[in-house]
């Protein structure tokens, strides 16, 4: 596959402070090198960062990393995006701004920002989370998953699956809504695109939700005790999804989205997968809270 795994998440914020402290308290994420008003790096494992801060006028998602190989995937990428009159651009000093040797920004068709990018540099500090988590699942599977606000539908699925070469793992019919779940490792889905704008009323900071992977349910015990103990918000409660078996809550983050936290999700042999329709989300809570009324 073109893609190697989700690498980064960049966010907009009005108040960095905050997910410095939501980040290391509530996540028990570590502070990278850098970690000022303007600029907060928060590691989950041996790389520089997985979540980029940057301090701005809104609370919301500015950029996605997606992690390629090398630079020879990059330049095959950006010759096929040649050949399909696709659109990119390399900001001047922006790998340096987010640790990688290069990077080119697309926008994709539902208006996303996603930065293509090989050769993030690693910390010689080891990573040691401030409340204690033993780890995050990364490594090959990359930071997690995204779920995206995806509309047009069909043209986003297209650009993802048929332009960039994601792997459908499954699908659903979630209340008239189509819902893809996308892989491009053994990680059950680094990508989710849910057929609705993002002017649905659970589409907060531009995103639908981020899910980072713990490595024990202890740890995602502890975090949820951290978060009730803290007076966060909680998007859902405690459950396990149908399709990726994960075990996992929703809660709040300073831009407005949810962050799942969970952990023993399956993992899928990305070349010998077939595709299932699922009728249902979860096989026991994850009861959404908050929903307006009709």
């Not at 790389?47 to 801060?53: A, H």
């Not at 299932?276 to 096989?283: A, L, R, S």
Request: proline share 5%; net charge negative.
């Amino acid at each position: 596959m073109k893609i190697h795994s989700l690498g980064y998440l960049v966010i907009q914020s009005t108040d960095p402070a905050a997910w410095r402290d939501f980040g290391t308290r509530i996540l028990g994420l570590m502070p990278g090198r850098h970690d000022d008003e303007g600029t907060l790096w928060l590691r989950a494992d041996e790389r520089c960062q997985r979540l980029v801060i940057e301090g701005g006028e809104a609370d919301e998602v500015a950029a996605i990393g997606w992690e390629l190989r090398n630079d020879l995937v990059l330049e095959d990428l950006l010759a096929e995006f040649d050949a399909a009159g696709v659109a990119y651009e390399r900001v001047e000093g922006l790998a340096a701004r987010r640790g990688v040797a290069d990077l080119v920004r697309v926008t994709d068709p539902a208006g996303y920002v996603l930065e293509f990018y090989w050769g993030m540099q690693v910390e010689p500090a080891p990573f040691v989370s401030p409340a204690g988590v033993s780890g995050f699942r990364t490594g090959s599977a990359g930071l997690g998953h995204v779920v995206l606000a995806a509309h047009p539908f069909a043209e986003t699925n297209a650009f993802y699956r048929r332009r960039l070469g994601f792997g459908l793992t499954d699908f659903a019919d979630m209340g008239g809504t189509p819902g893809h779940f996308l892989h491009t490792n053994e990680r059950h889905h680094s990508l989710a695109l849910i057929g609705v704008d993002r002017s649905a009323w659970f589409v907060k900071g531009g995103l639908v939700h981020l899910m980072v992977e713990m490595k024990t349910i202890t740890d995602v015990g502890m975090a949820h005790a951290r978060a009730a103990a803290a007076g966060c918000e909680f998007f859902e409660t405690l459950g396990e999804h149908a399709n990726d078996r994960m075990f996992s809550f929703y809660v709040d983050s300073p831009a407005g989205f949810p962050i799942e936290v969970g952990a023993g999700a399956v993992e899928i042999d990305p070349d010998t997968w077939t595709s299932v329709d699922i009728p249902f989300p979860d096989m026991w809570g994850h009861q959404v809270l908050g929903v307006p009324e009709q």
